[in-house]
């Protein structure tokens, strides 16, 4: 998961590989959730590190809503 802050917003992206879905599949439930951290790092493409603190802020409790999504088949 990586975060950034857009026009004083933090927005978390995350790109995560799941098993392949059956043939018979015409719909998924996404349902996002965020996990709560005490920090972490972020790392530049000079390989140089830096340190995240968690803020108060950053504990507060998300919610998102749950989309469908359909698969189409050919």
């Given amino acids: 998961m990586e975060g950034k802050r857009v026009k004083g917003n933090m927005v978390y992206m995350s790109n995560k590989q ?6 018979d599949v015409t719909e998924l439930t996404i349902t996002p ?20 603190e968690s803020s108060e802020k950053s504990n507060e409790q ?8 359909k698969i189409p088949h050919e």
């Fill in 33 to 52: 959730y965020l996990l709560q951290s005490t920090g972490g790092g972020v790392e530049d493409e000079n390989g140089i590190k830096t340190k995240l």
């Fill in 62 to 69: 998300v919610e998102f809503e749950s989309f469908n999504v």
């Fill in 18 to 23: 799941f098993d392949p879905i059956d043939s």
